[in-house]
């Protein structure tokens, strides 16, 4: 278990009552010891240095954190000493937080009080920065960022492992994400899907608010298929797996109740959730199942202009990724008998959503030869993506993608891609990535299989009624 070095330093017995309830933070123990040697009390180190995780905070928040004032932060002023600093601001409150800075050349304060002496060490201590008042910011503010961008140029964002995909977009937080598409043709699973992999790959948590699937354990049940392979039945899964996949979920997977779908109510749990347990991404799944209190009587567009502002100042202020699921307007389809793929235009309040969001997605389904693409058809920053479309075959087992071929060469070169055969991918994430903990890609990406249309697979495509991408259940009607 991770702990912070020298923790009982700020357990509320520690203080006085007439103390400032205040904690020095540093990055290394090293650090944390020059402190105590010039006199300081409270202050710890992070368990395992800067590494942006914070999930050591979610068993200390409530017992050693809440009862504190200020937080004065002094972690190493490289790349990945800002980060960790940003993800503890953005945990513990810009408002109770303060920076701390050295004189050049030092990078961290045990390097200040070898080069400069104790006194140096105090002067810091008392010369720290306040953060500015919300909403003001000074190059000095982002001057590490900068630097970095200026050195190798902007990045992508994170990326979900799957190389058509990540061809086309990629994710940050902070980001209005958009994802439409006709009913049926999968915007859930695809959503669904594309988090999962961020949170194997990059750690983040995520809080859904989903009023359409109700009770919570459906929707529960679901993600918990795409992780571990196989339907969730005791059928296929043992009690031990049962029993660890439903810890992983506890520590990454959070679900905002519906019994009020105000706006404002979500973003209060949601501002919880970030701060308690250090969610990056929160999910509305979908965009008319929330309403606004403060916004009677306004007309459609105005409401929708607004309710967008808010959702995506949200994604600002808290660093989280909002992805926002929408229904377009009722589409009539074309002559061969498909839908057109839509975009953020065929939405209510087309000129606004496109205005605001970040990112705009189209989940798109040929049903005729039974595949899928994911569109991306705006990114506001092209750093983080391009226009284009990915390809997939859709596995009905447990809600994964399955990458193919651009469907108009796989047409041109003859194939059939309505039989073509693919290896499907029915391995335990969960388990896998336990497994190998310091794996960057902990699963293997599923490719073409000629050989065996269902390799790895424990049912044919004719055992389910597949009809329905949004539709959760089992080819009897069962819930799972």
Same mark, same amino acid.
């Given at each position: 278990?991770?702990?912070?070095?020298?923790?009982?330093?700020?357990?509320?017995?520690?203080?006085?009552?007439?103390?400032?309830?205040?904690?020095?933070?540093?990055?290394?123990?090293?650090?944390?010891?020059?402190?105590?040697?010039?006199?300081?009390?409270?202050?710890?180190?992070?368990?395992? *240095? @800067? /590494?942006?995780?914070?999930?050591? +905070? &979610?068993?200390?928040?409530?017992?050693?954190?809440?009862? !504190?004032? $200020?937080?004065?932060?002094?972690?190493?002023?490289?790349?990945?000493?800002?980060?960790?600093?940003?993800?503890?601001?953005?945990?513990?409150?810009?408002?109770?937080?303060?920076?701390?800075?050295?004189?050049?050349?030092?990078?961290?304060?045990?390097?200040?009080?070898?080069?400069?002496?104790?006194?140096?060490?105090?002067?810091?201590?008392?010369?720290?920065?306040?953060?500015?008042?919300?909403?003001?910011?000074?190059?000095?503010?982002?001057?590490?960022?900068?630097?970095?961008?200026?050195?190798?140029?902007?990045?992508? *964002? @994170? /990326?979900?492992?799957?190389?058509? +995909? &990540?061809?086309?977009?990629?994710?940050?937080?902070?980001? !209005?994400? $958009?994802?439409?598409?006709?009913?049926?043709?999968?915007?859930?699973?695809?959503?669904?899907?594309?988090?999962?992999?961020?949170?194997?790959?990059?750690?983040?948590?995520?809080?859904?608010?989903?009023?359409?699937?109700?009770?919570?354990?459906?929707?529960?049940?679901?993600?918990?298929?795409?992780?571990?392979?196989?339907?969730?039945?005791?059928?296929?899964?043992?009690?031990?797996?049962?029993?660890?996949?439903?810890?992983?979920?506890?520590?990454?997977?959070?679900?905002?109740?519906?019994?009020?779908?105000?706006?404002?109510?979500?973003?209060?749990?949601?501002?919880? +959730?970030?701060?308690?347990?250090?969610?990056?991404?929160?999910?509305?799944?979908?965009?008319?199942?929330?309403?606004?209190?403060?916004?009677?009587?306004?007309?459609?567009?105005?409401?929708?202009?607004?309710?967008?502002?808010?959702?995506?100042?949200?994604?600002?202020?808290?660093?989280?990724?909002?992805?926002?699921?929408?229904?377009?307007?009722?589409?009539?389809?074309?002559?061969?008998?498909?839908?057109?793929?839509?975009?953020?235009?065929?939405?209510?309040?087309?000129?606004?959503?496109?205005?605001?969001?970040?990112?705009?997605?189209?989940?798109?389904?040929?049903?005729?030869?039974?595949?899928?693409?994911?569109?991306?058809?705006?990114?506001?920053?092209?750093?983080?993506?391009?226009?284009?479309?990915?390809?997939?075959?859709?596995?009905?087992?447990?809600?994964?993608?399955?990458?193919?071929?651009?469907?108009?060469?796989?047409?041109?070169?003859?194939?059939?891609?309505?039989?073509?055969?693919?290896?499907?991918?029915?391995?335990?994430?969960?388990?896998?990535?336990?497994?190998?903990?310091?794996?960057?890609?902990?699963?293997?990406?599923?490719?073409?299989?000629?050989?065996?249309?269902?390799?790895?697979?424990?049912?044919?495509?004719?055992?389910?009624?597949?009809?329905?991408?949004?539709?959760?259940?089992?080819?009897?009607?069962?819930?799972?």
């Amino acid at each position: 278990k991770l702990i912070p070095y020298n923790i009982n330093s700020i357990s509320p017995e520690a203080y006085s009552e007439d103390e400032e309830k205040s904690v020095i933070i540093t990055e290394g123990e090293m650090d944390a010891l020059t402190y105590v040697e010039c006199g300081y009390t409270h202050v710890i180190s992070v368990p395992s *240095g @800067a /590494t942006g995780n914070l999930d050591w +905070l &979610d068993d200390f928040i409530d017992s050693h954190f809440d009862h !504190l004032d $200020v937080f004065y932060i002094s972690v190493d002023n490289d790349q990945k000493g800002v980060a960790e600093r940003q993800e503890l601001i953005r945990r513990l409150g810009r408002d109770r937080c303060c920076i701390i800075d050295y004189p050049k050349p030092c990078k961290d304060i045990n390097e200040v009080l070898l080069t400069y002496g104790e006194d140096a060490v105090h002067k810091c201590v008392a010369e720290y920065t306040e953060l500015k008042m919300e909403g003001i910011q000074e190059l000095v503010d982002v001057e590490s960022n900068l630097d970095f961008i200026f050195n190798n140029g902007l990045q992508k *964002g @994170a /990326t979900t492992g799957i190389p058509s +995909l &990540d061809k086309i977009v990629s994710f940050k937080t902070g980001m !209005l994400n $958009v994802v439409t598409g006709v009913p049926s043709h999968g915007k859930t699973f695809a959503l669904n899907y594309m988090l999962a992999r961020l949170n194997l790959l990059h750690g983040w948590k995520v809080a859904y608010f989903s009023p359409e699937f109700y009770p919570v354990s459906t929707h529960i049940a679901q993600v918990i298929e795409t992780f571990g392979g196989a339907r969730f039945s005791s059928q296929n899964y043992t009690k031990d797996v049962y029993e660890v996949m439903k810890e992983y979920m506890c520590k990454n997977f959070f679900w905002i109740s519906p019994d009020d779908t105000d706006i404002q109510s979500v973003m209060d749990r949601s501002q919880y +959730l970030i701060r308690k347990k250090g969610i990056k991404a929160l999910v509305i799944d979908p965009f008319n199942a929330l309403t606004d209190k403060s916004k009677k009587n306004q007309k459609q567009d105005e409401y929708i202009s607004d309710f967008l502002q808010k959702l995506r100042w949200f994604a600002r202020k808290f660093d989280v990724a909002v992805f926002l699921v929408m229904h377009p307007t009722k589409m009539l389809k074309l002559e061969n008998g498909l839908y057109p793929v839509c975009d953020l235009y065929n939405c209510k309040g087309a000129s606004e959503i496109f205005d605001k969001a970040d990112i705009g997605l189209t989940v798109w389904r040929n049903e005729p030869e039974d595949y899928a693409e994911i569109h991306v058809t705006k990114i506001k920053f092209r750093h983080l993506g391009e226009k284009g479309k990915a390809a997939f075959k859709f596995n009905i087992n447990n809600g994964r993608y399955v990458e193919i071929d651009d469907p108009d060469e796989l047409r041109r070169q003859g194939v059939d891609i309505k039989t073509m055969q693919v290896r499907w991918d029915n391995s335990n994430y969960i388990i896998d990535k336990l497994n190998n903990p310091d794996s960057q890609l902990t699963f293997v990406l599923p490719t073409v299989e000629p050989e065996n249309e269902f390799a790895n697979s424990e049912f044919s495509r004719d055992d389910f009624a597949y009809n329905d991408f949004d539709s959760f259940g089992g080819d009897d009607g069962s819930p799972f």
